[in-house]
């Protein structure tokens, strides 16, 4: 359950840096899935702890300043298992632009029904409505029904499936049965290690999986907030749920695109922060991050 709302007065303005690339927004780390190669308990990790309410998070999230190009993408975990999942969507200032990650493992009639097609639909080179399809969890035809179902109605909606070495065949009939039916179906590269081989494309290679841990400085394109509304400056630390450095709904909250901060915990980055991948506007060759070392990088760095 959500923790009881805080207090109520309008909080201050929130203005991101032009460099901001992205708004992850983490509802709940729940999920009702269990993929053994889920990117959240990367290197055993189980973060969560308590939900802050659907109040909570519509005071935090309508402070921010919109921007066209930079939605708020509300993810999880599973997004649509936060009790007050419906009520967030409904009250977020209709300027803000809005995206959603989910599994679609819930009524889209009843979803249909509540919210507009507005609320999820911006001019953007890929789908407002990004839904995982993840083999041997779902399936795929009852899946690909109710994609259907919303894109008649006008949703901008699409599958994405993460491209496992041992479901390559699988996914790649997904994606033909899925585009033959008039479905955008786009692949996400694996990303950690399977069967003694690290995948994935990383600026930072060593960062990953790494028996050693340094002392570096890094700084973040992404302003992250998890389940309790803690900010927090990657994904490795979300997903720990270790060292926040703010909350959305402190009045005194700003964030800093361009502030280097001290981390202990070099090596244990999550793919997610590292991995060389596309930007906001579908342009190749952005890092989340950016690392400054204390003295030499290590070798492949």
């Keep these: ?24 927004v983490f509802l709940t780390l729940r999920c009702n899935l269990r993929c053994p190669y889920c990117i959240n308990r990367f290197g055993g990790k189980q973060g969560g702890g308590a939900l802050i309410s659907g109040a909570d ?15 708020i993408s509300l993810q999880g975990g599973e997004p649509s298992l936060h009790p007050d999942f419906y009520q967030i969507l409904q009250g977020l200032r209709p300027d803000l632009p809005v995206d959603l990650l989910t599994n679609l493992q819930f009524d889209v009639d009843e979803f249909m029904d509540r919210i507009p097609v507005g609320r ?24 690909q029904q109710k994609v259907l179902r919303m ?10 499936a993460v491209n496992h070495p041992d479901r390559e065949e699988e996914i790649a009939r997904a994606q033909a049965t899925s585009r033959d039916l008039g479905i955008d179906f786009r692949l996400k590269e694996f990303l950690g290690r399977h069967q003694g081989r690290l995948f994935g494309r990383y600026k930072y290679p060593q960062a990953v999986d790494s028996a050693q841990r340094r002392q570096v400085s890094c700084r973040t394109t992404e302003l992250l907030v998890g389940p309790g509304g803690d900010v927090f400056r990657c994904h490795s630390d ?27 915990v070099y090596g244990d980055c999550n793919p997610c922060d590292i991995k060389v991948k596309t ?23």
């Design 151 to 160: 894109l008649v109605r006008g949703y901008s909606v699409g599958i994405w």
């Design 279 to 301: 930007n906001r506007f579908q342009e190749f060759g952005h890092t989340s991050v950016e690392i400054l070392f204390d003295d030499a990088p290590p070798p492949g760095d």
């Design 57 to 71: 998070w519509l005071r935090g999230l309508n402070r921010i300043t919109p921007r066209p190009d930079l939605p």
């Design 238 to 264: 979300l997903y720990a749920s270790r060292a926040p450095y703010g909350r959305l709904t402190d009045p005194d909250f700003r964030y800093s695109a361009g502030a280097f901060r001290p981390c202990k």
């Design 1 to 24: 359950m959500a923790a009881p709302a805080e207090e109520t007065s309008p909080l201050p303005s929130l203005t991101l840096p032009e460099a901001t690339n992205y708004i992850g």
């Design 120 to 143: 999820l639909r911006r001019d953007s080179p890929y789908a407002s409505i990004r839904v995982s399809y993840h083999p041997g969890q779902m399936d795929l035809s009852v899946l």
